[in-house]
């Protein structure tokens, strides 16, 4: 089958990483049709720069065609210059860091641009290069504040990272200057104001029209009006622009989802197991709109736990091939702002019909699991299913019902007895997991209060309660349950994966920790001393001494290692700053067609399962599950359909009476023999290119998710303290650099920087071995992990940024003694 994997794949096995048209056409079995495929395929490839065109029309790997050519993703700086992120993992360590670009060599690209760079000769051991061409735009639309000008019109860009101005030719105002955004979310003060007769200093989202070139600014048109930046919900509006998050819904997708009616057949019914007659319930934050998943728990006759966790069955309503699934794998997740919400589906479905609402039928597909008094489970089914939930409760309510709250334990007294069997099933499944090594930081997260008016009141650390660590556990044997079975069916899907710290994060951590007398216990780390072929290249000749770059190179460290530490400095004063290094140094979490395992779970395999209504992958795991049901429900009977048993058990699970949904499997795409000699034959549900796209795609729009809720979250703290400035805090210094050290204020989550050239009474120098900041004379140091008296000196409405000053306390002898002297 044709593809550009397939394509990229036959080059990259070449002795020279070269091929010609005729050559692929040979070597891929191409005829026909096919072959206008194939060119339209290379230009594609060529397009995107994945590929590139040498003479004697060949196409070529980058790094093959003789120029040195890596493919990255170019990160601007404010002063002009920028960074290009190389694609490759091969690349990113054999550099050991990023490209840098001057910024007379980044030609006609912008931040976040997909680009070819082409690498020189570096300086200082560092990578260097030019933008040799631009693969793929990251900015058809810049959000920016309007100004008037003399000979013309401009947008200065809200993102620092886009240095340039655009540009905005007279008439290119936008239609009528006066039109505010229809689908903007307004305030009492913006309603007010809902009229722009004169633009200056109003906040608009501009669409680019001509590209930036060596001699002249972008250039754009006004398509959006936005506010006031100050204005109540602009601020959401401003962020939502900035990360290119997909906010409005077209006209095909909302008809898709109104046209879907609330009714369950009786056809439908008949193909699920009925849940309805338990009292399942589920368990959400207070402002919680979307019920993605429901559990219950029950004592078996053999003393056992039965699990049962129900998640929404949205792949029953959003199916391939619909607008809908189309929209929802272009936003790839929900995003979550502290007053509002971006959702992957419209609210006709996201917030009805495949929400678990309470009193209310619902489709669900179910996880049965049978656990025992060691956390282990003994068995489990994955079967579609109906519910009716019996209460819509919260982390708090479910929490102070476990602590005794009488009146609490009055109103859900049919339910007192099922939450003490949750708490008692969760803390058996923690400690299953803390021994076989899963890390838990338990680090807090900010939460924005508001008061009535809808304005913000304060900010405040989350607080994780025993309610949070049901749902957690329950969520994870679910997921682990249906990964293991997706990957003992041997059919490809997606995975949830954590791969290993890379040994440069590890060594750097391990300095830091080693200041606070801590380990990781690696043992002493093994480095490889190389040099760049640029800088060997440069030198040549020269009689210069080589420039040697040390990389750490593989160590044995295992989720066990974090775990022992985290245990060691819990509750000690260090406990927070170690606990924020430790993360740091682990790679991010992502989604993949390969099964690498879960390092921070210690879990071998593990997916994302519980919730389709606001992550697409998960929505695709529905699918896949969906679908290996069916099959297996044809194969052997809907009695046995759905089993999962572990290998060394010989005895049946309690229940017995097994149900499989009935469902359409003839999307078959290849044979996959499953373990064991007596495994039935599992089609695919999806090839293993669809999947590695999805994930790609996946991993991209969670990270700008959780990029476009933290800057999000930064600007309303700075908007909070804007009447704090001068006022007295209590701080933790939780990192240091060489231009000064970052802190967070104990009473508010929220961190500034003490700038270096701040701090009065000597000359402080950074020490990068210790990050470190030390006094030449007196040798005062301000260490991580050290308390300080800050007071709140400026606020950088530019760069959105805090800035504090150290109060000084009192000298001791010696400072006295010195400054006498």
């Known amino acids: 089958m044709l593809s550009d994997h397939a394509i990229l794949d036959k080059i990259d096995r070449q002795p020279k990483q070269t091929a010609g048209f005729k050559q692929l056409v040979r070597e891929l079995g191409v005829h026909g049709e096919q072959r206008h495929e194939l060119n339209q395929r290379l230009e594609r490839l060529v397009e995107r720069g994945e590929l590139v065109e040498i003479p004697g029309e060949r196409y070529a790997i980058p790094r093959a065609a003789g120029r040195n050519l890596v493919l990255g993703r170019l990160s601007m700086h404010r002063d002009g210059y920028g960074f290009v992120i190389p694609e490759s993992a091969d690349v990113k360590q054999r550099l050991s860091g990023d490209i840098f670009v001057p910024a007379l060599a980044i030609g006609t690209a912008m931040h ?5 760079v082409e690498m020189g000769a570096g300086r200082d051991g560092r990578a260097e290069g030019r933008i040799a061409r631009v693969a793929g735009r990251a900015q058809p639309t810049v959000v920016g504040t309007f100004h008037y000008g003399t000979r013309f019109n401009y947008v200065t860009p809200i993102d620092e990272k886009i240095t340039q101005e655009i540009v905005i030719p007279r008439g290119m105002e936008g239609n009528a200057a006066g039109a505010a955004s229809r689908h903007r979310v307004l305030g009492q003060e913006a309603r007010r104001r809902s009229e722009f007769a004169d633009l200056e200093n109003v906040v608009v989202d501009v669409e680019i029209t001509d590209w930036p070139s060596p001699t002249q600014n972008p250039r754009g048109r006004v398509t959006e009006i936005l506010g006031y930046e100050d204005d109540f919900g602009v601020d959401v509006e401003i962020i939502i622009r900035k990360f290119h998050l997909p906010h409005r819904f077209p006209v095909e997708v909302l008809e898709e989802a109104q046209s879907i009616e609330d009714i369950i057949s009786n056809g439908e019914l008949c193909r699920r197991r009925d849940y309805r007659g338990l009292p399942i319930v589920t368990i959400d934050g207070e402002t919680a709109r979307d019920f993605d998943d429901a559990v219950f728990v029950r004592r078996l006759p053999n003393r056992n736990y039965q699990l049962q966790v129900h998640i929404a069955d949205v792949a029953h309503y959003v199916t391939d091939g619909l607008a809908l699934d189309g929209e929802a794998r272009l936003r790839g997740t929900s995003v979550y702002f502290p007053d509002r919400a971006v959702p992957m589906l419209p609210v006709e479905l996201s917030t009805d019909l495949c929400s678990l609402r309470p009193d209310a039928d619902r489709l669900v597909m179910s996880c049965v699991m049978e656990i025992d008094h060691q956390g282990e489970i003994v068995g489990y089914e994955l079967h579609p299913g109906t519910i009716r939930s019996c209460e819509r409760m919260t982390y708090t309510d479910v929490n102070l019902v476990l602590e005794g709250d009488q009146p609490l334990r009055q109103r859900y007294a049919r339910l007192v007895e099922t939450f003490e069997l949750m708490r008692e099933l969760a803390l058996i499944l923690n400690r299953k997991r803390v021994r ?29 309660n025993i309610a949070h660590r049901i749902i957690e556990e329950f969520m994870l044997s679910a997921n682990e ?17 954590h791969e290993k710290p890379d040994p440069k994060k590890v060594f750097e951590f391990e300095s830091i920790a080693a200041s606070f007398g801590y380990s990781l216990g690696v043992g002493a780390l093994p480095v490889r001393r190389m040099e760049m072929r640029s800088e060997r290249r440069a030198r040549h000749g020269t009689g210069r001494p080589a420039h040697m770059i040390e990389l750490p190179e593989e160590v044995h460290i295992t989720p066990r290692m974090y775990q022992k530490l985290t245990e060691k400095i819990a509750g000690k004063p260090e406990e927070r700053i170690l606990s924020y290094l430790m993360l740091r140094s682990l790679k991010q979490a992502r989604y993949s067609e390969e099964n690498v395992g879960h390092f921070a779970l210690a879990a071998p395999t593990y997916t994302h399962f519980t919730s389709p209504i606001r992550r697409y ?31 060394h058990s010989e005895t049946p699970s309690p229940w017995s009476k097994r149900v499989a949904g009935g469902h359409d499997f003839s999307r078959a795409v290849r044979h996959v023999k499953t373990k064991g000699a007596s495994a039935p ?4 549900v999806l090839s293993e290119e669809a999947l590695h796209a999805i994930a790609e795609e996946s991993s991209q729009a969670e990270r700008r998710a959780d990029d476009a809720e933290r800057e999000l979250i930064e600007w309303k703290k700075i908007k909070f303290m804007r009447e704090r400035v001068g006022d007295e805090f209590d701080a933790l210094i939780v990192s240091a650099t060489k231009f000064g050290f970052f802190v967070e ?13 701040t701090l009065t009474g000597d000359r402080y120098t950074y020490r990068e071995n210790t990050k470190q900041i030390i006094g030449e004379r007196t040798k005062k140091k301000y260490s991580l992990g050290d308390r300080v008296k800050v007071v709140l000196d400026r606020i950088d409405r530019m760069q959105r940024k805090l800035q504090f000053a150290v109060l000084e306390e009192e000298p001791s002898r010696a400072e006295r003694r010195h400054r006498h002297r």
């Open 112 to 116: 976040g641009d997909r680009v070819l």
């Open 745 to 757: 204020l104990m009473e508010l989550f929220i961190e500034g920087l003490v700038p270096i050239a």
């Open 681 to 684: 034959e599992v089609q695919a």
């Open 436 to 464: 076989r090594g899963s890390i838990d930081f338990d680090l807090p997260e900010p939460v924005i209060e508001f008061d009535q008016e809808g304005m913000m009141r304060g900010v405040t650390r989350s607080e994780r």
């Open 617 to 647: 992958p998960d929505l695709i795991v529905h699918r896949i599950l969906k679908e290996v049901l069916a099959a297996e429900a044809e194969e052997q009977g809907p009695a046995r359909a759905g089993r999962g048993v572990p290998a």
């Open 481 to 497: 349950c249906v990964a293991s079975y997706l990957e003992h069916k041997g059919v490809p899907s997606l995975y949830r994966i």
